[in-house]
């Protein structure tokens, strides 16, 4: 399904890349993506779930894709939080996050401490309010590795493949454009803000966990953990800390998928998310989910 891009203006003025795909669907989900992502990241998930019926937002984060970037430089948690929080309440209906990574922390703090939530529900996608300091280490290390940038596409691409081996297929040219900026010297580099890595935003959130694991206890919407069977972000001890904090949470753990679970398997991915809803609306959505092809639900370990 083609994606209608929305633009939508934070509270600060900056300039948000949105797009929106099937507007009269019904439930609404507000995807939000990882650092160093961009709305991208969605697109075969958000078109599978719009074809069921449901109506799917994707947006790329401040100093992320084609949203505008801090004419300072100055990146503060509270902005994303603050963004995230517009989105939701932009929305007809109060939607179902669907977070990975930054996306699924910001969500946290957002559900834990907003009363009323702003949200249907939650699904993190491979994030706890503590994650592995080396998975975390190991993404940095790779988006730090390249400021010289790439000569060629096909550079980008190698690169890639070497950081994300469990993907059979290398990326194409077409792929990669929304991904990388031609830069004045002719170099392509990556889409982000430098800014974002200089200026302290990563140390910041490492100081936010006291707080993260708070709002986790204080969640009350329906939550679904969805965890990579070979995440390095995610561990059995950190998923078992937040299902102490949020006992009401389900968790289901993706064979095969790592911290870039959406990409790595997104069949899996969005039948999983498929039957969550299901079991958070059922009237309205398997009504509708009635009129599309089945989605066959993988072997799942909950």
């Not at 080396?134 to 980008?156: C, D, K, N, T, W």
């Not at 953990?225 to 993706?254: I, M, Q």
Request: proline content about 8%.
């Amino acid at each position: 399904m083609t994606p209608i891009p929305s633009p939508f203006e934070s509270a600060d003025g900056l300039q948000l890349a949105v797009d929106l795909r099937h507007p009269s669907g019904c439930p609404t989900l507000l995807f939000a993506h990882g650092f160093g992502q961009t709305r991208g990241a969605w697109n075969a998930a958000a078109g599978t779930m719009a074809a069921r019926g449901c109506r799917c937002v994707t947006f790329d984060s401040r100093g992320h894709g084609e949203s505008g970037h801090m004419p300072d430089g100055a990146y503060h948690m509270e902005q994303f939080v603050d963004d995230l929080l517009e989105l939701a309440r932009a929305q007809p209906e109060p939607p179902i996050l669907v977070g990975a990574s930054m996306g699924g922390l910001l969500g946290l703090l957002v559900a834990g401490e907003m009363r009323p939530s702003p949200f249907r529900a939650l699904v993190l996608v491979d994030i706890t309010p503590r994650w592995e300091t080396s998975g975390v280490e190991r993404i940095l290390a790779f988006m730090q590795a390249h400021p010289e940038g790439f000569a060629s596409y096909a550079e980008a691409a190698e690169q890639i493949a070497a950081y994300l081996p469990q993907r059979r297929e290398r990326k194409s040219e077409q792929q990669l454009r929304p991904l990388l900026r031609e830069s004045a010297d002719g170099r392509l580099r990556w889409h982000w803000d430098p800014a974002l890595l200089a200026n302290g935003l990563v140390s910041e959130s490492e100081r936010y966990q006291p707080r993260l694991l708070a709002a986790a206890a204080k969640v009350e919407v329906p939550v679904l953990l969805l965890s990579g069977e070979h995440s390095d972000v995610v561990s059995h001890r950190t998923v078992d800390e937040f299902l102490a904090l949020v006992p009401h949470a389900r968790h289901a753990e993706v064979p095969g998928a790592t911290h870039m679970l959406a990409g790595d398997a997104n069949d899996a991915f969005t039948a999983a998310i498929a039957g969550f809803l299901e079991s958070l609306e059922p009237a309205d959505v398997q009504q509708d989910a009635a009129k599309q092809p089945a989605i066959k639900q993988p072997a799942m370990r909950y």
